[in-house]
C-alpha cells in the first residue's frame, strides 16, 4: 500500500490547539526531577517575514535520556503574531544511536503551517555540549550550515533556536 | 522491528508547489539532509485517551445539534503492508456546513454555528478502526486566485508507532467540481495519490434514518521490516 498524501495544515489549525501542551512539565511529568529549560525561537520565511500561524511540536527523550519511559516527552505550541514559540521543559539526556553511537541531548522539531505541504523536521542541540562533536547526525550535516541546529543559551535556562524556513541561514531540514 | 520507508515519488506534494502561493517564501530552498532512523524517529508520544480524552462526535455541542447534513466517516489506520496501525491518535478538525471555521482569523463572511466548534479526538483500535460523527463542512473562499474556493475538506492530523509516521492531510469529498481546480489538492502530482485523499460514500457507515457514511482510510509510513506468520 502507498502512503497516504501529507496536506497543509492550512491557517486554522489552531481548533486542536491546547496552549498547556506547550509545558512539558504538565501531569505527571510535574514530578520528574531534571533541570527545567525554556525552548524558544523565531519562525521567519523567505523574505524574514515572521510566521505567525505555525503549529510546532517537539518530540524529545527524558532526563535519563528515555523515551516515553516515565517522562513524556511531546509538546505542541502555536507561534505568535511575532513567529514566537516557547516551550517549558527539562533537558533532555544524551540518546543511544545507530550501532555503539550516543546521540547528543537534543529535541526535535516538527513545524506545520499554511504554505507547507508537509511539516519540516529539525533538531535543536545545545551549544555548549561537548558531546556535540561525536554526535552521528549532526555529522551528517555540513559544518558551515550545524549552527542552526544549535539552540543557544540566551538567558540562564533559556534556549534559543531560530527557524527560518527559507534563504540566508535556511534551517537544516532532516528527512526522517 | 519497524521501518518507515520515504513515500514513493509523486505520491506526496512538493514543498514547493507555486499554485499554491503561500509555499513561495516558506519551502526551503536546500533539500533535507536524509538521516537513518534513530530512536528519535521510531519512537513515539504515547497518547492514551485517560490523557487526552476522545471526542468523536462533532454534530452536537453543549448539547445543542449543529446545523447542517449529519454524516458518519470512518475508516481504517494501516501501515505500508496494509496491517492496522493500532491506538493512533487522529486529530480532527473542519470548517462548519456553512463553510466556516469557529476561528478568530476565519473572516469569511457565512454564519458561525453556535452548537458546532468543529474538532473531534480519537483513537484507531485493534483494527485500525476509528470513527466520527459530524457535520458536512461547506466550502469557503481563500485568497489564493481570483475566484478560489477550497473544495470541501476535514483536516486530519495522526500520531503512530514512530515519529516518522507523524502526518496531517485533508479528507475530500466524492463529486466535488472544486476539487481539479484546487492547487493544495492538485499539487499531489500521482492521480492514484490524489485519488486515496477523497472518501469513499459507503452506506456501511450509514444509521437508517440518520446520517449517511463516509470512508476514509488512512496508511502511515511504515512496514513490519520482519515478516510475521501471521500475515494474511
Known sequence: ???????????????????????????????????????????????????????????QAGPDGAYEAGFHGFGRC????????????LKPGPVPGPGNSLQAPH??????ARGLMNHVTTRAYFADEPLNEADPILALVPEARRPTMLARETAPGVWTLDIRLQGADETVFLDI | MTEFPRP????????????????RKRHALHPPIIIPHTLSETSAPRFTPSAYPAHAD??????????GERIIVGGRVLDEDGRPVRGAMLEIWQANAAGRYHHVRDQHD????????????VFSDDEGRWQITTIKPGAYPWGNHAKAWRPVHIHFGLHGQGFAQRMITQMYFPGDPLLPLDPVF???????????????????????????????????RGRNATPMEDHK
Open chain 1, 1 to 59: 500500500m502507498t502512503t497516504t498524501a501529507s496536506q497543509t495544515a492550512g491557517p486554522y489549525w489552531h481548533i486542536i490547539d491546547h496552549p498547556e501542551w506547550a509545558d512539558l512539565r504538565r501531569g505527571e511529568n510535574a514530578a520528574m526531577a531534571g533541570t527545567t529549560i525554556t525552548l524558544t525561537g523565531q519562525i521567519t520565511d523567505g523574505d524574514g517575514t515572521p510566521c505567525g500561524d505555525a503549529m510546532v511540536e517537539i518530540w
Open chain 1, 78 to 89: 502555536a507561534s505568535d503574531d511575532q513567529g514566537r514559540f516557547r516551550f517549558t521543559t
Open chain 1, 107 to 112: 529535541i526535535t522539531l516538527a513545524v506545520f
Open chain 2, 8 to 23: 514513493a515519488a509523486g505520491s506526496w506534494p512538493p514543498m514547493n508547489s507555486p499554485g499554491y502561493g503561500s509555499t
Open chain 2, 58 to 67: 462533532m454534530s452536537v455541542h453543549e448539547g445543542q445539534a449543529a446545523m
Open chain 2, 110 to 121: 457565512a454564519p458561525l454555528d453556535p452548537h458546532f466548534a468543529g474538532s473531534a479526538r
Open chain 2, 186 to 220: 492538485m499539487a499531489t502530482p500521482d492521480a492514484a495519490a490524489r485519488e486515496r485523499l477523497i472518501a469513499k460514500f459507503d452506506l456501511d457507515y450509514a444509521v437508517e434514518n440518520w446520517a449517511l457514511g463516509y470512508r476514509f482510510d488512512i496508511v502511515l
